[in-house]
């Protein structure tokens, strides 16, 4: 139940003025209709404008710039709208999201600010009111939201220097709290002297009231050991969910069995076939979990996608083809010359390409651009030279034969990357095309693929001692002479 609870942050509210049919209060002289709707002499139903207050809040763990807005009525728990709930894990769910909406809701309602959970921006002086109207345009109201920042949220926020500013914001927090800080530590020593008193009180009892223990023989102790080890890896049938990386019974799981496993999750049964189905459901599954193996594929750069592309130059050819598999670039790919010590300059705007090339602007450096599924180069790249890149590969599917592909469709399919990520990619991504509440579905993924992404870049390197060489892209290949 703990790990259902859900942690939002609320960042608004609003009133809206909606036409409601009014319903009749004199049962004697009032025209009604079957449901009690007033009824004007030709019939038709009488309207009234009727004030509807929204909240608008965003899951803890979704990107930035990312709400829901939501009808406060449908957000107040209520036993009699979740349905078969027999173990109240719906209610309980939606009666801890109220919990913390409600507070700022009735301050809101009372003509007061929504109340800011942490250190406001506006006392802290790194930023200024320019900043501030921009961080709030994505969500963000506090110095401790800066502070812990990811580092695929720092790049979507309009402001230069962001990772400057995170690590800004984390010193302020630390200075200003700094007395609360050496107060707790000083009463956290005080409790940690008096615990090891009492423990060494407790082992002087404890020895002389017990008498040393019959000596386990070694081989015995060695088969304990591995029963306690077996227990521990062993996962019971109906437990909880399985680690990042786990397969389900040490198998790779395939789309079906994702399938399946998403169809008991959103309540519309398992299914025993999903391509090839005539279910119209099925038919929509296939859509929707193609989909969200692509939106997986483009979240990141991941290494199992990742591929080396040479290209070798003729001293004529200007343009070449993509690889069959490309998908894109790296998110922060360049591309190498072997002959310069600094890559050639990539020009997104087709038309100052066309501008450099049509007015034949002398080129002083390498430069290119892709259009057309191509590669262009100018210079043309010299006969035998070589510029090579990473890419990434829209191959993500494994056929049951072992080929590589750019999509489901066999169930004996199984993807690339994290099966976990593509199950709950699928459900957050179901439920949002059936108009209903994902935040909760949304949260869990973003979590997932933020753990997997750290996990994908494997070991932060650890340099010691002195360093003789550091390789640099900013080197003039030429010779000066005096």
Not at 5 to 25: A, D, N, Q, S
Not at 38 to 53: W, Y
Request: charged residues 25%.
């Amino acid at each position: 139940m703990a790990d259902n609870i859900p942690v939002i942050r609320v960042l608004g509210f609003h009133t809206t003025y909606e036409m409601h049919p009014k319903r009749g209060t004199d049962p004697l002289n009032d025209i009604v209709d079957a449901k009690g709707f007033l009824l004007d002499k030709s019939g038709r139903r009488i309207m009234e404008r009727v004030a509807e207050d929204w909240v608008s809040y965003s899951p803890a763990h979704s990107p930035i710039g990312t709400k829901n807005v939501e009808r406060i009525r449908h957000m107040i728990p209520d036993p009699a709208r979740v349905g078969e709930d027999a173990d109240g894990v719906k209610l309980a769910f939606m009666s801890a999201r109220w919990a913390q909406i409600e507070p700022a809701y009735e301050l809101w309602k009372s003509g007061q600010e929504v109340p800011v959970n942490g250190t406001p921006l506006e006392i802290c002086p790194i930023f200024n009111p320019g900043m501030i109207e921009v961080l709030k345009q994505v969500g963000i109201r506090t110095v401790e939201e800066i502070r812990d920042l990811s580092e695929i949220h720092l790049t979507k926020i309009a402001l230069p220097n962001m990772r400057d500013v995170k690590k800004q914001a984390g010193i302020f927090l630390e200075n200003m709290n700094g007395a609360a800080s050496a107060e707790r530590e000083a009463e956290k020593d005080a409790q940690l002297a008096a615990m090891a008193e009492r423990l060494a009180s407790m082992e002087a009892l404890l020895e002389q009231r017990t008498t040393p223990e019959k000596a386990v023989d070694p081989e015995i102790a060695e088969l304990r050991a591995v029963r306690r080890q077996g227990h521990r890896l062993r996962q019971p049938l109906g437990g909880s969910e399985a680690a990042p990386g786990a397969r389900r019974g040490g198998c790779i799981m395939t789309v079906l069995t994702v399938v399946q496993d998403v169809s008991m999750t959103v309540g519309i049964g398992r299914p025993l076939q999903v391509f090839g189905s005539t279910k119209r459901e099925m038919q929509e599954m296939q859509s929707v979990v193609n989909e969200a193996a692509n939106v997986i594929l483009q979240a990141f750069d991941w290494q199992k996608l990742k591929k080396k592309h040479v290209i070798t130059g003729d001293g004529v050819t200007e343009t070449f083809p993509m690889p069959e598999d490309y998908r894109r670039m790296l998110k922060k790919g360049r591309i190498w010359h072997q002959r310069y010590y600094w890559q050639p300059q990539h020009i997104v705007d087709l038309d100052t390409w066309m501008e450099m090339t049509e007015q034949n602007t002398p080129v002083v450096y390498p430069i290119w651009t892709i259009y057309g599924d191509e590669f262009h180069f100018l210079p043309i790249i010299p006969a035998a030279e070589t510029a090579k890149f990473f890419y990434i590969s829209n191959l993500m599917v494994r056929a049951s034969d072992d080929e590589l592909k750019t999509a489901f469709n066999d169930d004996g399919d199984t993807f690339v990357l994290e099966e976990r990520l593509l199950k709950l990619a699928t459900i957050y991504l179901w439920k949002q095309d059936k108009g209903q509440d994902f935040a909760a579905e949304l949260a869990d993924y973003e979590q997932a693929i933020d753990q997997y992404m750290t996990e994908d870049k494997g070991a932060q390197p650890v340099v010691s001692g002195n360093l003789g060489y550091r390789p640099s892209s900013n080197v003039w290949p030429g010779t000066v002479s005096g």
